[in-house]
């Protein structure tokens, strides 16, 4: 048999379904298959396709295993076509230009912390998106549930990640870069000699959303003070959403929501602080957060504010969500040339560099 590429098939569908929003195991499904099938050799995998054995191999199922023989046939896989055919989103004008703009991505998750992928693979699906960079922003040490690395786990992942770099396809990089936790007196959650050798460093409030208004507005002051912050990320830690808008998936039974209202504090004050010492704030297109609300992205558009539009994708698929916080900023009047990552990777390392100087 000859056809269409069953292995490019079904990471595609893996990568639809993590930007669908569907379940894990769904997407394990079709990447613990197509890792399975990457090590046949290309006429064993066509025997046993033909002869309906592929699912006496560990990773293949009855889904999977008749995926590949659609593809091998040069048929596109019926899973695929109703994946297609319930996909996207339409960007108006706006939107789009200003997704075509950007250059990367500000906010990642892999395999070392949250993430369900493997750097490589999440680097892979940014250079198939078109980005220019990534900048790998694992969790730090206090998130515990997250398995935030210690300092002695990300300075392996520096050294790791620029053996990734030396790998990759040239004109694009992986940037180091870390999610550090702002603790409760707005310090950061890593050494200070390793904030300072990373690229990015965004900061993010997990623990005690709930902190009175004035305490909470204190700790983010405190936070985008310090010189090594670089970007304000999900800056509400509201939960409002559990599937992309306008995004369905085969199977889809719907997924209830894990509501979280936003946290309190004085927006003014902490987008002007924002601005003065020259911090993004970011806009987080994951469905489920929408962070911040539009309203506030609208006060800081007022306040003169930089802006990161970024995925926090925890797989590769997710890395596409770029498009949802290019519809919400183009709708608050985000300007382009105050979204940090349209710049080149070079002129966004002048501007972290410029934080702690």
Not at 223 to 249: E, K, Y
Not at 282 to 290: A, D, H, K, V
Request: hydrophobic share 40%; proline share 5%.
């Amino acid at each position: 048999m000859t056809g269409r590429d069953p292995l490019a098939d079904l990471r595609r569908i893996a990568f639809l379904l993590e930007r669908a929003n569907e379940a894990s195991f769904r997407v394990k499904a079709f990447r613990s298959a197509a890792r399975t099938l990457a090590e046949l050799p290309a006429e064993e995998l066509a025997t046993r396709a033909e002869a309906g054995t592929l699912t006496e191999l560990s990773g293949v199922g009855e889904v999977t295993a008749r995926t590949v023989t659609e593809s091998l046939r040069g048929e596109e896989p019926v899973y695929l076509r109703r994946l297609l055919a319930t996909e996207g989103l339409d960007l108006d004008e706006e939107a789009a230009a200003l997704r075509a703009a950007l250059r990367g991505d500000c906010h990642t998750h892999s395999d070392w912390s949250d993430g369900g992928s493997p750097i490589e693979e999440m680097a892979l699906a940014a250079v198939e998106l078109g980005h220019e960079y990534l900048v790998l922003t694992d969790h730090s040490p206090r998130l515990t549930v997250a398995r935030g690395l210690t300092a002695a786990r990300l300075r392996r992942q520096l050294d790791y990640v620029a053996a990734v770099n030396d790998a990759l396809p040239e004109g694009f990089r992986i940037l180091t870069g870390i999610e550090v936790d702002i603790l409760d007196d707005g310090s950061l959650d890593q050494d200070e000699e390793l904030l300072a050798r990373l690229d990015v460093v965004v900061g993010s409030v997990h623990s005690n959303l709930r902190d009175p208004k004035a305490r909470m507005t204190r700790r983010m002051l405190t936070a985008i003070a310090n010189p090594h912050l670089d970007i304000l990320g999900h800056c509400t830690g509201r939960m409002v959403a559990a599937r992309p808008p306008g995004v369905t998936g085969p199977g889809d039974r719907g997924h209830r929501a894990r509501t979280r209202p936003p946290s309190d504090f004085d927006a003014d004050a902490v987008f002007a602080a924002c601005a003065e010492y020259d911090k993004a704030v970011e806009i987080n297109s994951r469905p489920e957060r929408q962070d911040p609300p539009k309203r506030l992205i609208r006060v800081a558009v007022e306040a003169g504010c930089r802006f990161a539009i970024d995925t926090d994708a925890h797989a590769p698929g997710q890395l596409d969500w770029q498009q949802f916080g290019c519809e919400r900023a183009a709708r608050c009047g985000v300007p382009v040339e105050r979204v940090v990552n349209t710049w080149s990777a070079e002129v966004l390392l002048d501007w972290t560099g410029s934080h702690p100087g």
